[in-house]
């Protein structure tokens, strides 16, 4: 593989069995193995707490669906400006909804969306929490709760966010690329 991952010279660690079946799972399921995974590669545990924070917070049990959760990924994203977060999961938002004028609008602006209201609370709190965090108060939980989401689902929706924005930092701090697949992906 000659494709640039990230600015960093982060030699890949001896991988474990398991580690390498992970891998190659991915291979399987995807086609190939997210450049954000290889970023990790150079330290085990590192990419192993990233991965199993990753693989609860979207793909869990939750009262979010996947695809509002890769929605949130995806609005937490744009309002970052994080290359790599909204190619990879604004392909996730195309596969999942089979919509790929959604996943572009989601990518630009979720507002210009036809998104249902239950869908909007959600990302209008995840966007609050992004760009504002500070000024988070009573009345937006209480306006997810009157979009249907439980307090359950208010923990998910912030985790995921928050989740997104650690990683959109990081993604920047190391110019990590996506994998150029992601671009043809439900198309």
Not at 128 to 134: D, I, Q, R, V
């Amino acid at each position: 593989m000659n494709e640039r991952i990230h600015a960093l010279d982060l030699p890949a660690a001896e991988l474990s069995e398991a580690t390498k079946a992970y891998f190659a799972k991915c291979e399987e399921k995807l086609g190939l193995v997210p450049n954000v995974l290889l970023s990790y590669a150079f330290d085990e545990k590192k990419l192993r707490a990233f991965t199993d924070t990753y693989n609860d917070l979207m793909l869990g049990d939750s009262g979010l669906s996947k695809l509002e959760r890769e929605m949130i990924a995806v609005v937490v994203s744009s309002i970052n400006h994080c290359y790599y977060c909204l190619t990879a999961h604004g392909a996730a938002v195309r596969q999942l909804s089979g919509d790929p004028a959604l996943g572009e609008m989601m990518v630009m602006n979720y507002r210009a969306a036809e998104l249902s209201l239950r869908q909007k609370a959600m990302l209008d709190f995840s966007a609050k929490l992004t760009e504002h965090p500070a000024k988070i108060e009573e009345s937006d939980r209480a306006d997810l709760r009157a979009a249907g989401f439980s307090d359950r689902d208010i923990w998910d929706i912030a985790s995921t966010a928050a989740f997104f924005n650690m990683s959109n930092r990081l993604a920047a701090a190391i110019d990590m690329r996506p994998n150029t697949e992601y671009h043809k992906m439900a198309r």
